[in-house]
């Protein structure tokens, strides 16, 4: 029987986390085991040792911790084991452990985390998975997915009041490194004219045409002359050379990454060569009373990063039961001695779980998932030229889940 366990939580925070903390110290509770806070992710557990005294997660003190929030109540680190320099780390590690008397560890995090958890238990390191990325690139879905889908979605809403205002074309930049998912379904949730994302090389000739028609009609229809665009980048997209759009000035972190930034300025810069070199541009605005020779004579493209205002607030219903259910089952695992694994998922009264090196494998955007969406109308920059009607498969049992 498990006498004590630890939950922390490592790299960006988002929506879901509390859920993981409050699903493990709850089923614990229930169950006669004591869980405590390994504070600030990886560096609290190497660190461990060193500490004078653990939080334990009572009754009481879950009171506190609210499972609708976004964040973590642990506090997060972005810290890479096997890089610090220290020869005893992993025996360090195990000491930290022994002197608190805890018996297991469940981590929570994303694909970097989850090389760690390998990693550890590869060391003997009893510790277990919970999948958390925003990002949504874990062959299981993570915590934080449907809280960026909705928060992504909100601001993109918004937004569109003041394209509207001023006839602007709103380029919107989000996280996501190398996969789009987020981008994608945030984008489709907000009726956004184009969405581009990674997995898909974007045309900018064929980009930009289609947003041309869209914005000219939609000022031209206007009794007041008012109209916008929107279009939804995700941060790791590339450029017709293929060519990453990275900081190349900006230090890598622990994990060897360089910060994405600079797919929405490029796609604003690719807008606006051609608006400027385009003849039809100058009729319009005079067409639509808005050209003023030398001070206002195109549109204005204008780009806009959230960042981490798509981390923060308030957890989706959908993420804060998945983290009560990869919660408790990560705790139900480690009480059966299962370790090196991921929680996958909680279904027909069984708890999921696979081996973490193949669950922290990256999932990128099935160009197939996007096609239906653009037989509706919406772009993704590529000319999606003769689109056929989708196959049609019947199915039995439970169809398969969103994301």
Known sequence: MLKKIAVLTSGGDCGGLNGVIRGVALTALHRGTKTFVIPNGYAGLYNLVDLPE??????????NIAVYLAGSEAGNSRVKIAKIKDENKYERIKQGLQKFGIDAVIIAGGDDTGSVVADLADKGIPCLHVPKTMDLDLMTYSVGGDSTINRIAEFARDLRTTGQTHNRIIVMEVFGRYAGHTAFRGGVAAQADAVLIPEIP??????????????????????????????????????????????????????????????????????????????????????????????????????????????????????????????????????????????????????????????????????????????????????????????????????????
């Open 202 to 403: 974007v045309n900018f000739d064929y980009l930009y045409d289609f947003l041309k028609k869209r914005f000219m009609h939609r000022v031209e229809l206007s009794d007041v002359r008012a109209g916008s665009a929107m279009v939804l980048v995700a941060e790791g997209l590339r450029d017709a050379s293929g060519k990453e759009l990275v900081d190349e000035n900006s230090p890598v972190d622990s994990f060897g990454h360089r910060k994405l930034m600079g797919a929405g300025k490029y796609v604003v810069k690719e807008l606006e060569e051609r608006i400027k070199k385009d003849s039809d541009i100058k009729d319009f605005m005079v067409r639509t009373g808005q050209f003023v020779e030398g001070v206002y004579e195109i549109p204005e493209v204008r780009e806009v990063r959230p960042g981490h205002l798509v981390r923060c607030g308030f957890t989706t219903p959908i993420d804060a039961a998945f983290g009560l259910e990869a919660g408790a089952g990560a705790y139900y695992l480690a009480s059966k001695g299962i370790f090196g694994v991921t929680v996958a998922g909680y279904n027909d009264g069984k708890i999921n779980y696979m081996d973490t090196k193949e669950a922290i494998v990256q999932r990128l955007v099935d160009e197939k998932e996007v096609r239906i969406y653009e037989t509706m109308g919406m772009s993704f920059g590529r000319n999606p030229e003769v689109l056929s009607d989708p196959e049609l498969e019947k199915i039995s049992g439970r169809p398969v889940r969103p994301y």
């Open 54 to 63: 653990l939080t334990e997660l009572t009754d009481d003190r879950l009171a």
